[in-house]
């Protein structure tokens, strides 16, 4: 059974940091591409970066460009979000997902984990 578990959240001031990690079970982790997405309060759901299989190649929603850098450990079986210069606007549910096998699409999400940002 695929098990996706996203920690790191919490209430951050404007300008801070968080590191979110996502522990990845029930799958060859390294076989994979993964993504973070996020939706906020009354809004839908926004893809914010992908990472391949091989963790060699990452890219990254404009909204976050040059601000979240994601990372895998295959070692770890973990994806990791780290998030600087939060604004306002990054407050949301952050979740990771599982890609399709060789795909761009997306097929399996986390529960997510609550950031806020605000002061």
């Known amino acids: 059974e695929v098990q996706l578990v996203e920690s790191g959240g919490g209430l951050v001031q404007p300008g801070g940091s968080l590191r979110l990690s996502c522990a990845a079970s029930?799958?060859?982790?390294?076989?994979?591409?993964m993504s973070w997405v996020r939706q906020a309060p009354g809004k839908g759901l926004e893809w914010v970066s992908g990472i391949n299989s091989g963790g060699g190649y990452a890219s990254y929603a404009d909204t976050v460009k040059g601000r979240f850098t994601i990372s895998r450990d295959k070692a770890k079986n973990t994806l990791y979000l780290q998030m600087s210069s939060l604004k306002p606007g990054d407050t949301a549910v952050y979740s990771c997902?599982?890609?399709?096998?060789?795909?761009?699409?997306?097929?399996?999400w986390g529960q997510g984990t609550q950031v806020t940002v605000s002061s």
């Open positions: 997902v599982k890609h399709f096998y060789g795909s761009i699409w997306l097929e399996y």
């Open positions: 029930g799958f060859t982790f390294s076989d994979y591409a």
